[in-house]
């Protein structure tokens, strides 16, 4: 079966270490640029769906914004799970850690899948996606 492949951004859209949001055929992606090279990854977090676009990415490395779970680009590999929030020496009122101490046992027992990749291919100063 060959690959169908769907103009997502041009070359010059996301410089290197940047990250784009693109809806190709109903389906949310993002395209990293890592060293000049352009990876398409799901847009959904593994663990708990967030938005990947808004984590960080280094080198291959993407880090979600919401739990600190983190990902390999070039594999959609989970390489670790959700980190749990860091109150630092502040004692949150009563309730308020009650609350937090909950949702972060709730959130370490939501595993972290792997995301899925797409094949890219540069082509004329367009990254191609294979859908
Ligand atoms: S939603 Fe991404 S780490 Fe929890």
Known sequence: ????????I??????????????LNGRELVICNYAGSFYAIDRRCGHMNAPLEMGTLEGSIL???MHCAQFDITTGE?????????L???????????FLKNAGLFMQHVRTE???TYKTKVESGWVLVAL
């Open 78 to 86: 989970a390489l670790s799970g959700p980190v749990p929030a860091y």
């Open 1 to 8: 079966m060959s690959d169908n492949y769907v103009q997502a």
């Open 88 to 98: 630092g020496n502040e004692t949150p009122p009563p309730r308020i850690g009650a």
């Open 63 to 65: 880090t979600c914004a």
């Open 114 to 116: 792997s995301i899925g």
């Open 10 to 23: 041009q070359t010059v859209d996301v410089a290197s270490g940047g990250m784009k949001v693109v809806e």
